[in-house]
Nanobody, 126 residues
């Protein structure tokens, strides 16, 4: 069964860094765009970043632009989210998801994503 598994979350002080990983198993997602989303308590799940199937195009939300970087290694069937200069408002559960279609550009609309991981908690202390 195809699944995505996030890892790399944790507790860090403001200004710190984390690298999240999203590893796929059961099937390859190398032909699918992948997105990173986050959800804080009481808030809607929002797109943080997305990357096209080839890695040639990316999207970063304005709130994380210049601090977060999405990348992928299709040989390892893994997508990463490098998070630097973390702020308390980045605290959330972070999810990765794979686009239901293949060979698409990076896109953030949740309706496009069918495969979701279980999430990893990121907590940034002030």
């Amino acid at each position: 069964q195809a699944q995505l598994v996030e890892s790399g979350g944790g507790l860090v002080p403001a200004g710190g860094s984390l690298r999240l990983s999203c590893a796929a198993s059961g099937r390859t997602f190398s032909r699918n765009a992948v997105g990173w989303f986050r959800q804080a308590p009481g808030q809607e799940r929002e797109c943080v970043a997305a990357i096209s199937w080839s890695g040639g195009s990316t999207i970063h939300a304005d709130s994380v632009k210049g601090r977060f970087t999405i990348s992928r290694d299709n040989a390892k069937n893994t997508v990463y989210l490098q998070m630097n200069s973390l702020k308390p408002e980045d605290t959330a559960v972070y999810y990765c998801a794979a686009d239901r279609s293949t060979y698409t550009a990076a896109r953030c609309a949740r309706v496009n994503y069918d495969y979701w991981g279980q999430g990893t908690q990121v907590t940034v202390s002030s």
